[in-house]
């Protein structure tokens, strides 16, 4: 049994403030992906049922295409969804090898909390493969580290843009 990713970040805001970033397109735009990457948003249907299909780029050229599939969103506590890597059409295909690697999981459940801490907010992130095998189950386990990294760099922006809105 492989454990599931799990991050935390504190945010120096309101759940109801932390959820608003997650669930409007103008905000997410504003910080979401990793830092130094441009993101473009192609579709934004926050709702169950609805994707975020979105687009970032490198200044070396490197694309990559993100979706989300909205499972539940329980304002302001819990969004879930399913996070794949897909192509410029919404159709879910392989990770990019590079960074990711060859048994990259197609899909991964994914859920956001936003739990009240005190005037500030406890974001917790958890997430892992989908009906994936071994090898998937495997490289997203040994990749737990690296993850960490990315979703530091985006919390990171996330903080950086709630103090623009202060």
Do not use: C
Request: hydrophobic letters at 40%; proline letters at 7%.
């Amino acid at each position: 049994m492989f454990t599931p990713l799990e991050i935390t970040q504190i945010l120096s805001t309101t759940p109801d403030r932390a959820f608003t970033l997650f669930s409007h397109r103008d905000h997410l735009a504003k910080w979401w992906g990793p830092k130094g990457m441009e993101m473009k948003i192609k579709t934004f249907d926050f709702r169950s049922g609805g994707i975020f299909h979105y687009l970032i780029k490198a200044g070396n050229g490197f694309e990559m295409w993100g979706k989300f599939t909205y499972l539940e969103i329980e304002a302001p506590n819990r969004i879930t969804l399913i996070n794949s890597f897909p192509n410029a059409d919404a159709e879910t295909v392989p990770a990019p090898i590079v960074p990711f690697g060859a048994d990259w999981p197609l899909e991964m459940w994914t859920e956001y909390r936003f739990e009240p801490s005190g005037d500030q907010t406890l974001l917790r992130l958890t997430s892992y493969p989908l009906n994936a095998s071994d090898a998937s189950n495997q490289q997203f386990f040994e990749n737990h580290d690296n993850m960490r990294l990315g979703f530091k760099g985006t919390f990171d922006a996330l903080s950086d843009y709630l103090k623009t809105l202060q």
